[in-house]
């Protein structure tokens, strides 16, 4: 039976968290995977999709899809002041006629120019707290909606239906309020920066327009900022890795934060290089490690049909016909082609390294979110191959004689749901681990690294 979203959910928000507060975790190749057409290539863009897809839950909370479903009813009952200013004018009236201010301009000026008036004039003024919060939320909702989500929206998958249903088109509501409202055109957000006093102001407002648009920008700011807790972190997950049906991924996440967790005491975390698909990097003890996701981390996993065939001495074979294909290939299509016989990215990499920078060991995690015993299977056969293929600087890191039977510093681990008929047991430095199971497996395979960071 498998983890129920729920479970998982509770399992990772409050770790998940942690180190996104912390800026120890970069879940980009995760994001990555949710759906390439959307091209989530870092946390922000993650949060952002998040933060637009929300809904009310209950009376006491504010959702954005909820705000702009009821948007074009409440914004007819736009907060103004009056402005009062006092102008010259000649030839014209326009305002209440200020006599006393009048007569003494004409007599300092021209006691005979009968055209001279200045008038009290009242104006109504736009750009308030409250209005200049509104505006800057939906500036944010209309950047997030027409640039980030557009793909999602324009396809109308699935999982952002609440932007897409024929009733609302919340979408063109948007755009029509944002670009064509005489009030909130009114309003210029050039050079204005919006301070938590006006936020505070517009939270206090009677108008639930305004109370509720001064909550969604703060909730928003505090979001960029990586400051929220366990529930709004459930929220995300579900939003951004459940409703787009990627919990598989979820789980891959789920695996890669437990291994941290379960098997590190206080990891002094360092800081990520940008550019690499590193998930997190830390000290513990005497050693440095590095953990990757979806990725080959500082390896190769591939194999080429050509170097192959330098090895093979009698080339009628299955290997030597299927080189002769390619080359026929590409003379009839007079185009190179690729001559990858296999390769893959494992979905986790844990790289032990000493203090002298010198793989000390490499634990390579295959994760298959599945209750079927033969997919299972199948992601055993998976991890056998990274572990007897994988090379350093295009030399393989396991020798021929010593493969599966005397693994030094290669380890494997096939991450797996709970499988009620699974009778396969991992032996040495291979292992299975099920979801629900006793860390302590883990921890072997692992090493004994929280034993070591004790001493």
């Known amino acids: 039976m498998k983890a129920g979203v729920k479970v998982l959910l509770d399992e990772i928000a409050e770790d998940f968290t942690q180190y996104l507060k912390s800026g120890n975790l970069n879940i980009g190749s995760f994001s990555k995977k949710i759906d390439p057409n959307l091209n989530i290539d870092n946390v922000e863009k993650l949060l952002k999709i998040h933060f637009v897809l929300t809904e009310r839950r209950d009376k006491n909370e504010v959702g954005v899809i909820d705000f702009i479903d009821q948007l074009s009813e409440r914004i007819r009952r736009i907060k103004t002041t009056v402005k009062k200013r006092t102008d010259l004018f000649k030839g ?87 670009f064509r409202n005489v009030y909130l055109r009114r309003i210029d957000l050039t050079n204005i920066k919006i301070t938590d006093r006006m936020i505070s102001r517009a939270k206090r407002s009677r108008q ?118 390619i080359e026929e290939l590409e003379r009839i299509a007079k185009k190179h082609l690729q001559d990858t016989l296999w390769g893959g990215r494992p979905d986790i990499i844990l790289e032990k390294y000493d203090k002298n920078g010198e793989i000390v060991s490499v634990l390579i995690g295959e994760v298959k979110y599945t209750d079927d015993k033969n997919y299972a299977i199948q992601g055993l056969k998976e991890l056998l191959e990274y572990i007897a293929l994988i090379k350093e600087s295009g030399r393989y890191r396991v020798k021929y004689e010593n493969l599966f039977e005397n693994l030094e510093k290669i380890r494997g681990c096939l991450f797996l749901d709970t499988i009620a008929e699974w009778d396969i047991e991992g032996e040495g430095n291979i292992q299975v681990v099920m979801f629900g199971e006793d860390s302590k497996k883990l921890e072997r395979i692992i090493g004994g690294v929280k034993h070591e960071s004790r001493s």
């Open 208 to 325: 639930p327009l305004y109370r509720e648009a001064a909550t969604l920008l703060s909730r928003y700011r505090k979001l960029m900022n990586y400051e929220f807790d366990p529930e709004e972190a459930k929220k995300l997950l579900e939003n951004t890795f459940i409703k787009p049906e990627k919990i598989e991924v979820l789980f891959e996440l789920y695996w890669v934060i437990k291994i941290i967790k379960d098997n590190f005491e206080n990891p002094k975390f360092r800081l990520i290089v940008p550019g690499e698909n590193v998930v997190a990097e830390w000290e513990s003890g005497e050693y440095l490690y590095k953990i990757y996701h979806d990725s080959c981390g500082s390896f190769q996993f591939k194999e080429s049909i050509r170097y192959l065939d330098e090895q093979l001495e009698d080339k009628d074979n299955y290997l030597g016909r299927e080189l002769k294909v």
């Open 92 to 178: 014209e009236i326009k305002g209440r006629i200020c006599w006393k201010d009048t007569l003494n301009y004409r007599y300092n000026q021209n006691p005979k120019d009968k055209t001279l008036f200045i008038c009290d004039r009242r104006e109504k003024n736009y750009e308030i707290s409250e209005n200049l919060v509104l505006k800057r939320l939906l500036q944010v909702i209309h950047g997030i909606v027409y640039e980030d989500l557009r793909v999602a929206i324009e396809e109308k998958y699935e999982w952002v239906k609440g932007w897409t249903i024929e009733e609302e088109k919340l979408k063109e509501t948007l755009n029509r309020i944002f």
